[in-house]
Nanobody, 125 residues
């Protein structure tokens, strides 16, 4: 079983950049496909990005494509989300999640088995 801890959230002005991280422990990080999700107040949790086990395949929601980059360092057991050109609508709690099975829909939260506690990202206008 893997434990996930996010960090790096904070308050940033619109147009700025931020990188959030997710440190994994207690499991074989390199055997998990990983994802980032976010949840804004009053809204459902939504998919942001996903990355395959080795990192060769990445997936993004339309709302962040071209602005966010997901990456992983299996040697450091860490997942990253680089966020550029941030907008106020990116404000949310960001969660990392781990999945140890192959699925057709990497955007569905129900297929992810382990979750972190989240890190708050706030974008001011």
């Amino acid at each position: 079983q893997v434990q996930l801890v996010e960090s790096g959230g904070g308050l940033v002005q619109a147009g700025g950049s931020l990188r959030v991280s997710c440190a994994a422990s207690g499991g074989t990080f390199s055997s998990y496909a990983m994802g980032w999700f976010r949840q804004a107040p009053g809204k459902e949790r939504e998919f942001v990005a996903a990355i395959s086990v080795i990192g060769g395949r990445t997936y993004y929601s339309d709302s962040v494509k071209g602005r966010f980059t997901i990456s992983r360092d299996n040697a450091k057991n860490t997942l990253y989300l680089q966020m550029n050109s941030l907008k106020p609508e990116d404000t949310a709690v960001y969660y990392c999640a781990a999945r140890n099975r192959v699925v057709n829909d990497v955007t569905s939260a129900r297929y992810y088995d382990y979750w972190g506690q989240g890190t708050q990202v706030t974008i001011s206008s």
